[in-house]
């Protein structure tokens, strides 16, 4: 079964620092595909960043980056220049090339940026 | 930017009434979704909808649950007889193609009394 783990469950950053949320997943497959969720106060679920694995490049958008690690099953984003409009939930979700379209979640990295 | 719009943002319900969330997805899309969050908890997947039938759904999703897409752009969820565990928020999510980004609704809040 495909699982994803975020072991940090609360994490926090002083207002324009740089900080890493960590994410691990487990699957069989070659193929898939990762993805980082934001989900604020106000709840709604908002795309960061995805990833191919048959890419070895890591994506970037403008403040944030992954460090994709195939290999060791990997896939931590960095945020940098942190803004007081990054605190929120993190999610780190995972679909598989021979799914339909399900998405995995890990459990969610709360982060507080501090002003 | 196009929207997956859902409605209602709250819903109170008696246990045991049927209750209907409804969905507009993005219209060029094709691939639908429900996924559930118990309040503090990881989003988990309800089921998959494609081509007009279920592609998959999880274990969740049990003979209370259905879904439909009863006209070219509504989207909804049907819980039949609800219990106070399925109080959760009820997010809504479509997709172009199965591997692509999926775009969530708002949610809708489902409190069950």
């Known amino acids: 079964a495909q699982t994803v783990t975020q072991s940090q469950p609360e994490m926090s950053v002083q207002e324009a620092e740089t900080v890493t949320l960590s994410c691990t997943y487990d699957?069989?497959?070659?193929?898939?595909?990762l993805f980082w969720y934001k989900q604020p106060p106000s709840r709604q679920m908002i795309l960061v960043i995805r990833?191919?694995?048959?890419?070895?490049q890591n994506a970037t958008e403008n403040r944030f980056s992954v460090n994709f690690q195939k290999a060791a099953k990997s896939f931590s984003l960095k945020i940098s220049d942190s803004q007081l409009g990054d605190t929120a939930m993190y999610f780190c979700a995972f679909i598989g090339s021979g799914n339909t379209g399900k998405l995995i979640f890990g459990q969610g990295t709360t982060l507080q940026v501090k002003p | 930017e196009p929207e997956v719009t859902q409605t209602p943002s709250h819903q109170v319900t008696q246990m045991g009434q049927e209750v209907i969330l409804r969905c507009v997805p993005i219209s060029n899309h094709l691939y639908f979704y429900w996924y559930r969050q118990i309040l503090g908890q990881k989003v988990e997947f309800l089921v998959s909808f494609y081509n007009n039938e279920i592609s998959e759904k999880s274990e969740i999703f049990d003979d209370q649950f259905s879904v439909e897409r009863p006209d070219g752009s509504n989207f909804t969820l049907k819980i039949r007889s609800t219990k106070l565990e399925d109080s959760a928020m009820y997010f809504c999510a479509s997709s172009e193609v199965d591997t692509q980004p999926q775009h969530f609704g708002d949610g809708t809040r489902l409190s069950i009394l």
């Open positions: 990833q191919e694995a048959y890419k070895q």
């Open positions: 699957t069989s497959e070659s193929n898939y595909y």
